[in-house]
Nanobody, 116 residues
Framework: QVQLVESGGGLVQPGGSLMLSCTASGLTEKPMYIGWYRQRPGKDRELVATITSSGLVSYMEHIRGRFTISRDEESRSLYLHMTALTPEDTAEYYC??????????WGQGTQVTVSS
């Protein structure tokens, strides 16, 4: 059974930083895509950042230059380093993995709240 478990969310002041982590287990193949989505209050889920199986990285426009996605294949972990956080970054953050067989797996989410 595939499991993705996020951690690292919390309350941070505007301008602060957080590091989100996601650890995968149960995957029998290397995902084609891994990354992070977020869902802000009252908004649709949006793709924040993605890494392809070949290591290509892409970011949504609003966070480019402030967030950095990375992975550790040995520990099957995915990270999202977030800096210069603003209240608009307040959201539930989800990691995901999509395999070559088009299966998509999701974590349970971790809440990030940016507030003074």
């Amino acid at each position: 059974q595939v499991q993705l478990v996020e951690s690292g969310g919390g309350l941070v002041q505007p301008g602060g930083s957080l590091m989100l982590s996601c650890t995968a287990s149960g995957l029998t193949e290397k995902p084609m895509y891994i990354g992070w989505y977020r869902q802000r209050p009252g908004k649709d889920r949006e793709l924040v950042a993605t890494i392809t199986s070949s290591g290509l990285v892409s970011y949504m426009e609003h966070i480019r230059g402030r967030f950095t996605i990375s992975r550790d294949e040995e520990s099957r972990s995915l990270y999202l380093h977030m800096t210069a956080l603003t209240p608009e970054d307040t959201a539930e953050y989800y990691c995901y993995a999509r395999t070559s067989s088009r299966s998509t797996y999701w974590g349970q989410g971790t809440q990030v709240t940016v507030s003074s």
